[in-house]
């Protein structure tokens, strides 16, 4: 079995704006990180499966300390994974916003699906059953958590165990989306990205989709300006949370929503 904490490289994505620390334009590199101890192919019988997805421009250990642990601490016998895509979610900067002012958030997008079907791919390898697998997303993420459920009852008809959504990414940047201004993107922000640059015909704006899968659930911050409440909604189980903090801050606490 390929160990886990090997990187294995992705194309098929945007190569202009490549984040600093990318491999090659047309080429990132990614890992499925085990934060706590490295599982074997025998820890996935009969066990759950973690895989936690940072959002935009956040580091790959963005959850090691909070929510990881967490999930750790609640449930010893589990595996915790977690995803390192920082050469396909950052940006040259590493910076949030400036990023999204450029459209780099939706050139993130455009590697989601073949991020997606990357990892499926990896975790067949590895022999984790479908059904042991439960994937956390935030922001960014979510819309990659989506996409992973869906590519394994796509491809091989077999449902995840659990897809939460954390606050699913904003589209009212799309004004400044490099494909298409009018739509931004759809469940894996891969709408528009082969239309010309002043919109085209756009593919069909879709819903989140978790792959039909039976647990899928979002929680979002009220009035939290990166999150994308509407889009949130379509899950078969939808929480709103009123932090009582700031509407940047809403995006980033409700990771701490207790979600297992």
Do not use: C
Not at 210 to 238: D, L, M, Y
Request: proline content about 6%; charged content about 15%; cysteine-free.
């Amino acid at each position: 079995m390929t160990a886990i904490n090997t990187p294995f490289l992705v194309t098929g994505g945007e190569t202009n704006r490549p984040p600093s620390n990318a491999f090659s334009p047309s080429q990132r590199q990614i890992n499925i990180r085990a934060p706590f101890s490295l599982p074997s192919a025998e820890q996935w019988n009969g066990q759950k499966v973690w895989l936690l997805i940072p959002g935009f421009t956040a580091p790959s250990d963005s959850f090691d300390a909070t929510l990881a642990k967490a999930i750790n601490d609640a449930n010893p016998n589990d595996t915790v994974l977690a995803l390192d895509w920082t050469q396909v979610s950052g940006t040259p900067t590493n910076n949030a916003t400036l990023g999204i002012a450029r459209g780099d958030l939706y050139r993130s997008g455009s590697w989601i699906t073949p991020v997606a079907t990357a990892i499926r791919n990896k975790l067949v390898e590895w022999g984790m059953p479908a059904a042991a697998l439960n994937i956390v997303g935030h922001s960014l993420g979510a819309h990659l958590a989506s996409d992973i459920a869906a590519s394994f009852n796509t491809t091989y008809g077999s449902q995840v165990g659990s897809v939460t959504a954390l606050d699913p990414a904003s589209n009212s940047a799309k004004i400044v989306s490099p494909y298409d201004t009018t739509n931004g993107f759809d469940t894996d922000l891969s709408n528009g990205y082969v239309l010309d640059k002043k919109g085209g015909i756009a593919d069909p704006i879709e819903r989140l989709d978790f792959g039909a899968t039976a647990s899928r659930r979002s929680f979002n911050g009220i009035s939290s300006v990166a999150g994308n409440e509407a889009q949130a909604g379509t899950a078969k189980e939808s929480f709103l949370f009123d932090f009582g903090t700031t509407a940047n801050d809403q995006h980033s606490r409700v990771v701490t929503t207790q979600i297992w």
